[in-house]
């Protein structure tokens, strides 16, 4: 197995010298210039505290990124949006406070295999902003947290299991015109090219 790549960005010197030592000791992990952040499968991120400006700095690091990836390491509080963290790419989370090496290497890990890190303090906060976005935002809307309605996954199940429109009409107890409405309406929503691009993405999403 291919060594995971590593990226390190930290203001303080002595917190950046540290980190690339051990990464340069870890069999597991490989280090990557900070200049080539493109090529690195996880960017290690070193910072006192995660403000508003955090995700815009994140955002600028995620440049020319197809798939960015960070594990942050804060040494005070966190005070910025999980949910926009997340879309900046941030993966992981370690409290300074709890860094150890064999913590941090675990943590570099998951992130490169595709897994996140959060500590059960923030894991709560984010279970609550997506209550929250789910009950204020969504639901009003009659929307699900992967952006179509509970009928337009129903719909594009059974296009994944060869239904044809007269089919899922049947099965559905809706006219065909209202079945093609629904299929319409929600890729033109998503921007999605036909139903075979909404059957992929209902399976990304983990729906169908």
């Known amino acids: 197995m291919s060594p995971i790549s590593v990226a390190v960005h930290a203001a303080d010197p002595l917190t950046r010298l540290g980190l690339v030592g051990h990464i340069r000791s870890e069999s597991r992990l490989s280090l990557v210039a900070t200049a080539q952040l493109q090529e690195a499968d996880v960017v290690v991120v070193a910072l006192d505290t995660v403000v508003v400006a955090t995700l815009d700095m994140l955002r600028q690091l995620s440049a020319g990124m197809t798939d960015p990836r960070f594990l942050v390491i804060i040494a005070d509080q966190w005070q910025a949006d999980l949910y926009a963290a997340l879309?900046?790419?941030?993966?992981?989370?370690?409290?300074?406070?709890?860094?150890?090496?064999?913590?941090?290497?675990?943590?570099?890990?998951?992130?490169?295999?595709?897994?996140?890190?959060?500590?059960?303090?923030?894991?709560?906060?984010?279970?609550?902003?997506?209550?929250?976005?789910?009950?204020?935002?969504?639901?009003?809307?009659?929307?699900?947290?992967?952006?179509?309605?509970?009928?337009?996954?129903?719909?594009?199940?059974?296009?994944?299991?060869?239904?044809?429109?007269?089919?899922?009409?049947?099965?559905?107890?809706?006219?065909?015109?209202?079945?093609?409405?629904?299929?319409?309406?929600?890729?033109?929503?998503?921007?999605?090219?036909?139903?075979?691009?909404?059957?992929?993405?209902a399976v990304r999403c983990g729906l169908i």
């Open 87 to 201: 879309e900046r790419g941030v993966r992981a989370v370690m409290w300074r406070s709890e860094f150890t090496p064999a913590a941090f290497t675990s943590s570099v890990v998951s992130v490169g295999e595709g897994r996140g890190d959060f500590s059960p303090e923030l894991q709560g906060k984010l279970f609550d902003q997506v209550l929250r976005t789910n009950r204020d935002v969504l639901a009003p809307h009659g929307l699900t947290a992967s952006g179509l309605t509970p009928r337009e996954i129903d719909v594009l199940r059974l296009v994944s299991e060869g239904c044809d429109l007269e089919e899922i009409a049947q099965k559905l107890s809706y006219s065909e015109r209202t079945v093609k409405n629904v299929l319409y309406n929600l890729m033109k929503r998503l921007n999605l090219r036909n139903r075979t691009h909404a059957v992929a993405y």
